[in-house]
């Protein structure tokens, strides 16, 4: 027992090591993103604070706002910031992060003023302080140990809630825990947490000994071992700096160090979408002179598709179907040319973006099902579950729930629907339907947990899902400035099909293999990275 | 000198007078007690002669001049003040409390610092021993001499001091009684000074102004106060003190 466990620690431990200059890279993010946002909190939390400490209404009104605004779940603020912001990465990041860091900031420099002795107040105005000399001689130093707990809440509830921000391309350790997420890969998905989690601690550390150094000394311990402490406990802020300022030299991303040009790759946040954006940046990366930004792990098609019509990013990997009914909103086709083309004739009429040329595989959605249920009820097509769908329980994708094409196309096309829809992580999904608490999963067909796990996809005898063939999506822009982009994704166009996708899927799923080291393997396979010409 | 003239304080509109139509004047010099019981008006009319609290109606002069017309601001740093529970400021040490007035007043930092020395000498708090000490450190007589010292340490003319014994022992309040007495005799001020303790009227006035309900019952020395009270409500004031005075002083 205890030496698995022990193993498991020296796993982990060497599997970090083996990554310390990005760890080192994403903690400076995390930094940043923090300090940042906590400062912009203070710098505007403390003046709103202290104004709305003047009188009632106002304390009830700033307050009242600040407080909704918390209510938005940290995804939600996320989504709605890219949308209001027009842009991914740090800035939406940081504004969501200083929103969140005000209520504490605010509540604490009320409570912190209003919590002054009634008697100092009246002393203070007694003895002839105006209303300033108060506020700035008296209310506030008195109030001092209030507002910096307050700072201190930001502050640790910022790291934590920064960890979010690398759905929208931000960076920071959350870009571990996200691509953990993505991979069903536990080690990575600590290799942000343990980090964040030691860096909230040690930030809550210093704003404490911070504020105990800040505290003058008393006569009767002036000679004690604290007193002595009290200005190393004031410079214990700049160990905080440079650590951040460490930690962004130390190992900076590539596409940030080069001069020349650079191409913005963008993917979602699952391991096909992994996969594909590094075969695309490998394939720009060994027969072009742009550099590769890779932005993935993006938190979903909404912000892939925000972002890449923002410019912030260049290119990702669509899905026919996907762009067919999630973004342009039409209904659903099952002829997989005639869905190609109404893609990219919109996409280039209402957005500028052209579709270049598919993979080759269709990965579009399969109700799933264990193989042995299969087996014993004769199970085959979506129609055989009809008259056992009362008592069958799904655990589905949110996005699968909600999506025209998903399930309540089935429940229209097939006119049955489940006793019990849970709303499950990808990852999650596959664990639910093995060990057996939900019994139909919407699985992808070029899922490699399929084979893996033992299940069986069943044929959607009524054509509800429409192709879902994934393909390259780029600005026209860009490509006008970089036609050879064209020409060296075309290389990758129509060689993958199902089983192809399938197989790296399950590579990096169940091998815990890294995206570009599967990527990289299969290139030089098919001799996709020697030049031709 | 300070002169109220038909001074009345009503709260929540009118409907509740703290104090009504009240009219009195403190001589230069001269140590006025008002005296009376909790909710009488007495903190009330200390308040306002420093503009902590504004007059419903009538006016109040000080050196001859109306205190409405004046900065409140100014006005208050011209007149020392000892509060109630004291009101030190926590965050400051002794010597920054003390100073604070005079800071305020923008006396330049070394006449400030020899002056505090100066006062706390006089207070009965060595300089080297307290000026560096936080109020959490002191006593809480020390804590009083400090609020004596701090509103004495501009060199006010007139001083206002609301119950400033009230919290304290009863040895220490006898000895801090005696001391501001001889103080502010050999100062010269000007001094109000509030309090519902009997004894400590007695020991501190060179005349009391008893206040019952917001209405002046009598201003007068010690001395013709006690024999010849000039309401019913001032003669069973001081009757029963006096007879428990008498029955201990009997059966000793």
Known sequence: MGAGWLECVSDWMSFAIDRIPELWFRTGQHLVLTGVSTGLAIAIGLPLGILASTNKWLRATVLGAIGIFQTVPSLAMLAILLALVGKIGVVPAIIALTIYALLPIVRNTVTG???????????????????GQQLRMVQLPLAMPVMIAGIRTAAVVGVGIATLSAFIGAGGLGQFINRGLALSNTQLILLGAIPAALLAVLVDGVIAATAWGMQPVRQTDKHSMGARLKPVALAMPLLLVALGVYAAFESRSPAASHTGQTVRIGSKNFTEQLILGELMSQMIEAHTDLAVDRRFNLGGTMFCHEALTAGEIDLYAEYTGTGLVTILKRPVESDADSVFNIVRTEYKKQFNLEWLEPFGFNNTYALTVRKSDSREKGWQTISDLASSSETLRAGFTAEFSERADGYPGVRNAYGFSFAEVRDLEPSLMYQAVVKGEVDVICAFTTDGRIAAFDLQPLTDDRHVFPPYFAAPVIRLGYLRAHPEVREVLARLAGVLDEKTMQRLN??????????????????????????TN | MITLNRVSKSFGGGGSHAVRELSLQVKEGESLVLLGSSGCGKTTTLKMINRLIEPTSGTIHVDGRDVTKQDPVVLRRTIGYVFQGIGLFPHYRVIQNVEIVPRLMGWPPNKRRARVREILDLVGLPPDEFSGRFPDELSGGQQQRVGVARALAADPKYLLMDEPFGALDAITRDSLQQELKSLSKRLGKTTVFVTHD???????????AVLHEGRLQQIDTPKKILSDPATSFVRELFEKPAQQLAAFQGGD
């Not at chain 1, 003023?113 to 209303?131: K, N, W």
């Not at chain 2, 009997?198 to 005349?207: G, N, V, Y």
């Open chain 1, 113 to 131: 003023i209003e919590g002054v002795p009634h008697e100092v107040v009246e002393a203070a105005r007694g003895i002839g302080m105006t209303h």
């Open chain 1, 506 to 531: 399950f590579q990096v799923d169940e091998h815990g293999r890294r995206p570009s080291d599967v990527a990289r393997e299969f290139l030089s396979e098919e001799g996709l990275l020697t030049q």
């Open chain 2, 198 to 208: 009997i004894f400590e009227a007695l020991t501190l006035a060179d005349r009391i």
